[in-house]
Every structure is written in structure tokens, then in C-alpha cells.
């Protein structure tokens, strides 16, 4: 089992930067791939970014390549995501997520919200314009 707290979410405006973490209990976090997914109202759920549990390989959406950078601590069980250069439509739900990191199965796997087993409660991020 693994239990995901999220913060860091708050009001900006449009060019400015947070900092979400990601923090997990549970003996498994070090081997797990963690993500970062988000949900505005009316949409679905879609992928950010994530991060493979050596802290080596990272994947993003093209929306955020370049702006949002990914890491984790596997020391503090915790995993962050950067944001640069805030833009309205990056307003969202912000979710963390953890799936077991045993086997490669390919980048598309990690970005699909059904391949995740834990999930975190979510915390709101707004850019006003």
C-alpha cells in the first residue's frame, strides 16, 4: 500500500512558478514510477509528467515540456513538480500517482491514468490571466 498526500497548490498569475509535492508513506515508494496527472472542470483526467522510480527517466506532455520539470527524493519518499511560466489553461485538479516500477512496458504505459495503482486526494491549482 501506498498513501499520497499532495500540496503546494495555490492562485497565481499567468508567468508565475510553484512547487507541488508529493509525499508517500509506505515501504514501496523507492520502487515505484511516480506521475503527476491533472483535471480541469469538465475534462479528463490527462497525464503530466512522470518519473521513473531510479529518478533517471522522466516523460512529459507536450504541453508542459519545457516549463515543468519532475523529481523525487527517495530519501523524503517525495516527489515534486516545478512549474515555470504558468499559463491559465494549466489551471487544474493536480494528482499524484504511483504504480509499481518493476518492468519496462513502454513510455505510452506510464501516461495512462488505468495503468496507476494509488492515487493521491489532489490539490487545486489556478493561474489567473
Known amino acids: 500500500q501506498v498513501q499520497l498526500v499532495e500540496s503546494g497548490g495555490g492562485l497565481v498569475q499567468a508567468g508565475d512558478s510553484l512547487r507541488l509535492s508529493c509525499a508517500a508513506s509506505g515501504r514501496t515508494f523507492s520502487r515505484n514510477a511516480m506521475g503527476w496527472f491533472r483535471q480541469a472542470p469538465g475534462k479528463e483526467r490527462e497525464f503530466v509528467s512522470v518519473i521513473r522510480w531510479t529518478g533517471s527517466i522522466t516523460y512529459y506532455a507536450e504541453s508542459v515540456k519545457g516549463r515543468f520539470t519532475i523529481s523525487r527524493d527517495n530519501h523524503k519518499d517525495t516527489v515534486y513538480l516545478q512549474m515555470n511560466s504558468l499559463k491559465p489553461e494549466d489551471t487544474a485538479v493536480y494528482y499524484c500517482?504511483?504504480?509499481?516500477?518493476?518492468?519496462?512496458?513502454?513510455?505510452?504505459?506510464?501516461?495512462?491514468?488505468?495503468?496507476?495503482?494509488?492515487w493521491g486526494q489532489g490539490t487545486q491549482v489556478t493561474v489567473s490571466s
Open positions: 500517482a504511483a504504480l509499481p516500477d518493476t518492468l519496462w512496458r513502454g513510455s505510452d504505459y506510464y501516461t495512462r491514468t488505468e495503468s496507476y495503482d494509488y
